[in-house]
């Protein structure tokens, strides 16, 4: 099993956090964001691990982790970090694709590791809680994400008309087995490049944007269930908040920092 963190990214919107260090290295609850992510991973037994940096890259090197540099950070998005890391989607391991903004419990990494489907994302049932936690208005942030009798997603990452377009939430934790790992290469290489994937361009398409083309050309999307044990860090006030439950308590009621 290989890990793939996504972690090129400026974090604008977490400044002043990240004036002088990259989001993953923005600290809660006593640690960098990545280390409780190597943290839970390590309890897992995954320790093959490789970080896509970018912005600050010089501070991820102390973690010895495999790295991958993306030069055009401050241009692109998280599919093209992904694809700088290519070479770890040879077939020969499993993946898992993380992103370097968010931290979870071990039982929502456990799930994800737990799906034997070629293809799965774990997505949070439970999470209009969160969003009200972060938003006045959650239906402005929200994205659609619909999932079928199976469990497989035939929607995710549009913008939604109402909240029963939204099943859950999608939280950039993604598996894909070894033998599916050409078929996501395969279906990226034959995306057109001039065009526009839910607004955006080529280089900066969003992860959900690939994942809707592999649901679209006719592969399932395994949907893997999990309620709370995880929060996202996406803005300062984001980080604000969360000091703050950590404090009194309340941060445990949405995500439980590893020992």
Request: glycine share 6%; aromatic share 8%.
């Amino acid at each position: 099993m290989r890990a793939v963190i996504l972690a090129a990214g400026q974090g604008i919107r977490l400044r002043p956090y990240t004036d002088d260090r990259p989001k993953c290295m923005v600290s809660l609850a006593g640690k960098p964001l990545i280390q409780h992510q190597l943290d839970v991973l390590e309890e897992c037994d995954v320790t093959d691990v490789s970080i896509v940096t970018g912005y600050c890259s010089d501070q991820l090197e102390p973690y010895g982790c495999r790295r991958f540099h993306n030069s055009l950070y401050d241009r692109t998005n998280m599919v093209a970090s992904l694809i700088c890391a290519r070479q770890q989607l040879d077939g020969c391991d499993d993946v898992i694709v993380l992103y370097g903004d968010i931290v979870y419990e071990r039982r929502v990494m456990d799930a994800l590791l737990g799906c034997d489907a070629p293809f799965s994302t774990t997505i949070d049932l439970d999470c209009f809680e969160l969003w009200n936690l972060r938003m006045e208005d959650p239906l402005s942030d929200m994205e659609t994400l619909k999932f079928d009798e199976n469990q497989c997603i035939v929607e995710l990452g549009k913008k939604p008309r109402s909240l029963s377009d939204v099943q859950g939430q999608y939280m950039g934790l993604t598996k894909i087995k070894k033998e599916f790992c050409s078929t996501v290469l395969s279906i990226y290489d034959s995306l057109d490049s001039a065009a526009k994937y839910d607004g955006h361009d080529f280089p900066n398409m969003y992860m959900t944007s690939l994942l809707q083309e592999i649901i679209d050309a006719g592969y399932s999307l395994k949907a893997v269930p999990v309620r709370g044990g995880w929060i996202e860090v996406d803005t300062s006030e984001d980080l604000e908040k969360y000091r703050g439950m950590l404090d009194d308590g309340q941060l445990r009621e949405y995500w439980i920092p590893s020992a």
